[in-house]
T-cell receptor, first 117, second 117 residues
Framework: DTEVTQTPKHLVMGMTNKKSLKCEQHMGHRAMYWYKQKAKKPPELMFVYSYEKLSINESVPSRFSPECPNSSLLNLHLHALQPEDSALYLC????????????????FGSGTRLTVV | AQKITQTQPGMFVQEKEAVTLDCTYDTSDPSYGLFWYKQPSSGEMIFLIYQGSYDQQNATEGRYSLNFQKARKSANLVISASQLGDSAMYFCAMRIMPTGANSKLTFGKGITLSVRP
């Protein structure tokens, strides 16, 4: 199984709603990532989890709350979002790097297209 | 800090012809990996090809090859025999070997490729 599965594929939410994005992988990867991507722009890193612990938060507003319940699952909880938060949200996973071994890339999911109204 | 530069404007190629997408990079770390990803309009980020900094030969994967010129710090993607399905955005990315548990994948700003029938 070499997939990263993201649900839902599309989400429309109001600014007062609470919703969650889900990401699942069964490749044994111990690093998982959330990215935000605007149209025609590169992905912007939001959060990194290593061994189920949050290791990087790229100064993301608190209305985005990540959670890693186990080594296969990654959630992104959304609350009180703004219209400018509308974007494609990508989840990715990878092997943890160690010296002397290959430098692995990321495996990405197909993303959740979020529209905040 | 590492940096990836993709400066070409939108690229156009005739079906069945070859096309080169340019990428230059900058890092002081001797151990790094270079990646190309394809992102069609559906949003999924698809891994195409990988080149390690110590690899002696240029990477190839089917119709994709990577023209790696280490001294010039360039890693251009060559797509042979273009197909209509190759129309997408293409991102060059780099990951260095970390001193800690993990390292980030750094993206260029991307290049839009359109294949004409």
């Amino acid at each position: 199984d070499t997939e990263v599965t993201q649900t839902p594929k599309h989400l429309v939410m109001g600014m007062t709603n609470k919703k969650s994005l889900k990401c699942e992988q069964h490749m044994g990867h111990r690093a998982m990532y959330w990215y935000k991507q605007k149209a025609k722009k590169p992905p912007e890193l939001m959060f990194v989890y290593s061994y189920e612990k949050l290791s990087i938060n790229e100064s993301v507003p608190s209305r985005f709350s990540p959670e890693c319940p186990n080594s296969s699952l990654l959630n992104l909880h959304l609350h009180a979002l703004q219209p400018e938060d509308s974007a494609l949200y990508l989840c990715a996973s990878s092997q943890i790097l160690s010296r002397g071994h290959l430098i692995y890339g990321y495996t990405f999911g197909s993303g959740t297209r979020l529209t905040v109204v | 800090a590492q940096k990836i530069t993709q400066t070409q404007p939108g690229m156009f190629v005739q079906e069945k012809e070859a096309v080169t997408l340019d990428c230059t990079y900058d890092t002081s770390d001797p151990s790094y990996g270079l990646f190309w990803y394809k992102q069609p309009s559906s949003g999924e980020m698809i891994f195409l090809i990988y080149q390690g900094s110590y690899d002696q030969q240029n990477a190839t994967e089917g119709r994709y090859s990577l023209n790696f010129q280490k001294a010039r710090k360039s890693a251009n993607l060559v797509i042979s025999a273009s197909q209509l399905g190759d129309s997408a955005m293409y991102f060059c990315a780099m990951r260095i070997m970390p001193t800690g548990a993990n390292s980030k994948l750094t993206f260029g700003k991307g290049i839009t490729l359109s294949v004409r029938p």
